[in-house]
Structures are given as C-alpha cells and as structure tokens.
C-alpha cells in the first residue's frame, strides 16, 4: 500500500509521462525507481496496457523473424515506426516493442544481422526512453546495439557489435564498447 507522499510523488511522474508522451519527444524520459513502487505503474497502469504490450511484442518478434525486408520495413510501418525509402532491413533485427513509434530511419539505411535499436532501457536506478534517429545512409552493423535517446547523423557506420550509447555526428565510423570514432568518411565517397 502507497502512502501520501508515494501517491503524490506516482501522480507527478504520471503526469511527467503523459506530457512526454504528447510532446516532441526530443530528450530521452527518465524515470526514477524508488523504494515503493516501480515505473511499471506508471507504464503499464491496468492489465490492458499489459496486456497490449506483450502483444506488440509477439507481433514484433514475429516480423523480425520474417525473411523479406520489403514486408517487414511494411509492417514495422504499421506498429508506428518511421522507415524511409530503400532501406535495408536484415534478418534478426530487433527493433524494440515497447516503443516503435519512437524508431525515425532515413532513407538508404542498411541494418546489419542482429542489430538492436532500442527505445527504452530499465536500470537499478530508473527507466529510461527515448528516440532512435538513423540518419540517411548510415549503416548499423551486425550485432550492434543503439541505445534509447542517440541520433546516429547522416553516413554513419557503427562496425561489428558496437554499442552506442551518444549521438554519433555524420559521415563517423564508430566502433567499441561503448562506440567511438574509428574514423571520418570524406563526403562523395
């Protein structure tokens, strides 16, 4: 059972949610953990919403399974993310059910094997969600991860099982864990 001030404080950060929500999303949300409740009251606030993210969930996990780019890029459109034009999606992507809506991928993006682009992480001390922008021409390696909240800029590539967790400027290849500058791509080539 709540008390006053873990209602009051749940009652903010609800709040916090809901106008994120609606805004422009730009900043990633956090939301802190405490001692009495979790953020899953404020995520999933009734069975309902429970209940429509393990459905999102499946239905996402089964278009990631799907061999034909061209229909998951359809699909992936459908659950709300953003995909452009002759984009490239490999198979055992992961594009994260919590928040799809919350995927922008520009056009001419190839996404390698395995890659993950995650809109929303949970950590001992909060919960956090955010954007993923992919900007056009970029390349995701195989098995890399995006973290909620970074921008990847125009012709970036993120090589083999990196992480990135920052925004990465334009025309960089990253690599490591966590990413960083490998080296600069000259424009035109």
């Known amino acids: 059972m ?3 001030q ?4 749940l009652d903010n950060e609800m709040q916090a949610f809901r ?3 609606s805004g422009d999303k730009n900043q990633p949300l956090v939301l802190k953990r405490h001692e009495n409740y979790c953020p899953c009251k404020i995520l999933f ?4 919403a429970n209940m ?6 499946a239905i996402m996990r089964i278009i990631s399974a799907m061999p ?5 890029i359809w699909l992936y459109r459908l659950m709300g993310a953003k995909i452009g034009k002759d984009v490239f999606i490999s198979p055992g992507v992961f594009i994260d059910a919590f928040y799809p809506r919350l995927i922008e991928i520009e056009d001419d993006v190839f996404l390698g094997t395995g890659c993950r682009l995650l809109t929303h992480e949970y950590t001992a001390d909060c919960f956090r969600a955010g954007r993923v922008h992919i900007g056009k021409g970029s390349v995701v390696g195989g098995w890399s991860t995006v973290r909620c909240g970074v921008t990847l800029g125009k012709k970036v590539t993120t090589g083999l099982g990196s992480v990135v967790v920052n925004d990465i400027a334009d025309n960089l290849t990253v690599g490591g864990i966590p990413a960083r500058p490998l080296k600069s791509v000259k424009e035109g080539s």
């Open 19 to 21: 106008h994120w929500w």
């Open 2 to 4: 709540l008390n006053e």
């Open 68 to 72: 034909s780019s061209t229909l998951k």
């Open 52 to 57: 429509k993210f393990y459905l999102r969930f």
């Open 6 to 9: 873990d209602k009051q404080q």
């Open 45 to 48: 606030p009734n069975q309902l």
